[in-house]
T-cell receptor, first 113, second 112 residues
Framework: NAGVTQTPKFQVLKTGQSMTLQCAQDMNHNSMYWYRQDPGMGLRLIYY???????DKGEVPNGYNVSRLNKREFSLRLESAAPSQTSVYFC????????????FGDGTRLSIL | GESVGLHLPTLSVQEGDNSIINCAYSNSASDYFIWYKQESGKGPQFIIDIRSNMDKRQGQRVTVLLNKTVKHLSLQIAATQPGDSAVYFC???????????FGRGTSLIVHP
């Protein structure tokens, strides 16, 4: 029962480098989400995938792309990292349906120098 | 671990006390509410949820109260323990939406 697994746990990048953050869930959930969490800002939605084959922008999508690879996996890509993207990134998933909570991974701590 | 939120409201209690964490929500159309606990260096962990057709729901040592009239949600933790120290978030979601709205959180500090 791994739940939501994120890799890597930590990463340091230089400005301009690219990187893909991986997320996989083993709960057969339909919907998956990417958030960033910054001090004092709470959780901000970057992108989400309501179901396999669909993706939509959230509150702060600029500078990111996503791929819903299959039902289990949802990746987040930074094409050209910027210091403003230094943050903790969380992936979440949930069953489709109105009264279903999200379940979160333990995050990727990303620093961009 | 790193701080998950600077300048968060903070509630300090003694071990064994009961804790009450409050949350005001904004959307009258919200009909599903969730409480999460986030420990330092970890992701938010689901604690308890409540639907809008209920006023109260109890779990193990936790109770959530919903007052739709004033759009207020509270989380009560009985016999608070040092392991309860964390940031607690409420979230609200409107029916038909895939996107919950999260509060900024409250930091609970439990002193032994």
């Amino acid at each position: 029962n791994a739940g939501v697994t994120q890799t890597p746990k930590f990463q340091v990048l230089k400005t301009g480098q690219s990187m893909t953050l991986q997320c996989a869930q083993d709960m057969n959930h339909n919907s998956m989400y990417w958030y960033r969490q910054d001090p004092g800002m709470g959780l901000r939605l970057i992108y989400y995938s309501a179901s396999e084959g669909t993706t939509d922008k959230g509150e702060v999508p600029n500078g990111y792309n996503v791929s819903r690879l299959n039902k289990r996996e949802f990746s987040l890509r930074l094409e050209s990292a910027a210091p403003s993207q230094t943050s903790v990134y969380f992936c979440a998933s949930r069953f489709r349906g109105d009264n279903q909570p999200q379940h979160f991974g333990d995050g990727t701590r990303l620093s961009i120098l | 671990g790193e701080s998950v939120g600077l300048h968060l409201p903070t509630l300090s209690v003694q071990e064994g006390d009961n804790s009450i964490i409050n949350c005001a929500y904004s959307n009258s159309a919200s009909d599903y509410f969730i409480w999460y606990k986030q420990e330092s260096g970890k992701g938010p962990q689901f604690i308890i949820d409540i639907r809008s057709n209920m006023d109260k729901r109890q779990g193990q040592r936790v109770t959530v109260l919903l007052n739709k009239t004033v759009k207020h949600l509270s989380l009560q933790i009985a016999a608070t323990q040092p392991g309860d120290s964390a940031v607690y978030f409420c979230a609200e979601k409107a029916g038909g939406s895939y996107i919950p709205t999260f509060g900024r959180g409250t930091s609970l500090i439990v002193h032994p």
